[in-house]
């Protein structure tokens, strides 16, 4: 991948938005994907070897959505905003990622 030796170690990196709202998978996979891309960007580059990515848990809903954990609308939306995700992270450079959804 690079010239950098890693001597056997694997880069483990935890990503963490900044600013993640309640409730919105949209706007939050919008900001996990912004931090990945520099994420790829620097593996791309030879700077770092980065080769998984751990999320917060529930950062896609938010972690304090309580009762809405139990609307379909939410649940449906996580969904369809990790798909957008994953298909988002179809890239040569890009790391094992773990997230999580509430299911």
Known sequence: MSHLLNHGIIEVATLTPTSIQ??????????????????????????RQTRIVVYPE??????TCSDLFNQSTLLNSAKEELKRFVDNTKHEYCPIIFVGIPE
């Open 58 to 63: 529930l950062c896609i809903t938010g972690y």
């Open 22 to 47: 309640i409730g919105n998978p949209k706007y939050n996979v919008d900001k996990m994907l912004e931090l990945l891309h520099s994420v790829i960007e620097k593996n791309a580059s030879g700077e």
